[in-house]
């Protein structure tokens, strides 16, 4: 059968970009291997957000007392835990089934490869194959766990962040490898339910890609929780033959020590799954295990569009789903079928969220970047502890810092971590979208009492105007 539009892989970027091309008026397939959501339904973004709100109400239960309330004998089970993550996940896949029927796109399950530009082959479960035709084809195949070397998974002992999830009974120890997004919300699940973490970091500081006061924070805080931290370190090799796992970690100073576990989770980053989907017979240029687009995401080869962790921009969901519908959009402004040409993405105006406890959320430059950048700042900072609302909430757990260029007032960049702190960053990020200057904020009245204040009572802090610190 010929279609419009075919998308390979439903995840974050795939099914939007199907479900946009559908109400452009496209007939459209997309093409999925395993199951509908992809990794971010399935297996990342939903159901590690399950198990981070069970550790969280556990949390919340060991200490009920701190808000006048007595729940002895609180205990966990870690097999219910793993049960209802997976259930949550499962709903948010059927919710995407709904979606395809209900804007009449076709599913083909299989394995596809492009085999000529507008045509797919797809190899399903059984071994048989089809060719599907398409006019436009959209690469959303996405990313799987990066593996090191010296640190091969075998699923057991040495794991990835699948594995992690569906652990058949709780390890009492365990050591993370990497301090990113993935591993640090891993070693706040752990930890909480009573397993020993222990986290090693190759960079001077966890959490490195966010700025330099939000890793220090999340260090104090960790370390409080009970986590061990060793940065400026690296695992150098893993022995796996014993009841457990020995991990050998080289220090900076050139010294080792070997730590023990039950299970080491390596969360050192993610992979591009672009082998053996065709790329290189039709020429599609990639650079660095990425393929390359333009701003309108079309591939080196016409009418072939790439999206989502595939591709050079931040990996991260929201970025695949914009990038969708953008070359839905392109695509139909090709056959007129849409009056504009899509607004490229800002990729400085992403937030990024980790969803630890304490949350972390981010968009813009940090404080070393913009003045790298060349700018001359004016810096704010408001602690929750000073907060009513955070006080009130027992959520007095860390800050809202931002950025601001000293000149004309332009809102660089803005950096949080504390309790719901994913929710409050859209904000800044409408903030910068719409130019909006320290004036603004300052001058919009923010609603009290909330945590969503502090944003403004940053600003005031870096203007020397602050009320309530």
């Not at 023990?260 to 591009?272: I, T, W």
């Not at 990729?347 to 406890?357: A, D, I, L, M, Q």
Request: proline share 3%.
């Amino acid at each position: 059968m010929a279609y419009d539009v075919i998308v390979l892989g439903s995840g974050p970027g795939g099914y939007p970009a199907a479900i946009r091309a559908s109400q452009l008026g496209f007939k459209v397939a997309i093409i999925e291997k395993e199951s509908l959501g992809g990794v971010c339904l399935n297996w990342g973004c939903i159901p590690t957000k399950a198990l981070i709100k069970s550790a969280n109400v556990y949390e919340y239960m060991k200490h009920s007392t701190a808000y006048g309330i007595n729940a002895s004998g609180v205990q966990h089970d870690f097999g219910a835990v793993i049960k209802r993550s997976r259930g949550v996940a499962d709903k948010m896949s059927k919710g995407v089934q709904f979606l395809m029927k209900k804007n009449k796109i076709d599913v083909i399950m299989g394995y596809g490869k492009v085999i000529a530009k507008g045509q797919v082959e797809v190899t399903a479960a059984d071994g048989s194959k089809q060719v599907v035709e398409g006019k436009y084809i959209v690469i959303a195949t996405g990313g799987r766990s990066r593996e090191l070397p010296n640190l091969k998974q075998d699923g057991k002992k040495v794991i990835g962040y699948r594995e992690a999830m569906v652990l058949p009974e709780q390890p009492k120890s365990m050591i993370v490898v990497g301090s990113g997004a993935i591993g640090v919300e891993f070693a706040y699940v752990y930890n909480s339910m009573g397993t020993k973490v222990t986290i090693v970091e190759f960079m001077p500081r966890i959490v490195p890609v966010e700025d330099e006061d939000i890793s220090k924070e999340l260090e104090k805080q960790y370390k409080k929780q009970g986590i061990d931290i060793l940065t400026n370190s690296s695992v150098e090799s893993v022995d796996t033959s014993g009841t457990g796992v020995k991990a050998l970690v080289k220090k900076q100073d050139g010294s080792t020590v070997t730590l023990e576990a039950d299970v080491v989770l390596s969360a050192v980053g993610v992979v591009a799954n672009i082998e053996n989907i065709g790329l290189e017979a039709l020429g599609i240029k990639t650079e660095k295990g990425k393929i390359i687009v333009d701003k309108y995401q079309q591939t080196s080869v016409a009418g072939i569009f790439a999206i989502g962790d595939c591709t050079p921009g931040q990996a991260l969901a929201h970025v695949a789903g914009k990038e969708g519908i953008n070359a839905a959009e392109y695509m139909a402004y090709l056959e007129k079928k849409f009056h504009h040409q899509p607004e490229g993405i800002d990729y400085n105006n992403v937030p990024g969220c980790t969803y630890c406890t304490p949350e972390i959320a981010s968009v813009g430059y940090t404080e070393k970047a913009a003045k790298e950048a060349g700018y001359d700042v004016k810096v704010g900072k408001f602690p929750f502890m000073a907060s009513g609302k955070a006080s009130a909430a027992g959520a007095t757990e860390g800050f809202v810092k931002v950025i601001y260029d000293a000149k004309y007032g332009e809102f660089l960049g803005c950096h949080m971590i504390g309790t719901n702190v994913t929710e409050m960053i859209a904000e800044a990020v409408v903030a910068r979208k719409l130019e909006t200057t320290a004036h603004e904020i300052l001058n919009a009245i923010h609603p009290h009492p909330t945590m969503s204040e502090a944003l403004k009572e940053a600003t005031a802090a870096a203007y020397g105007e602050a009320i309530d610190i």
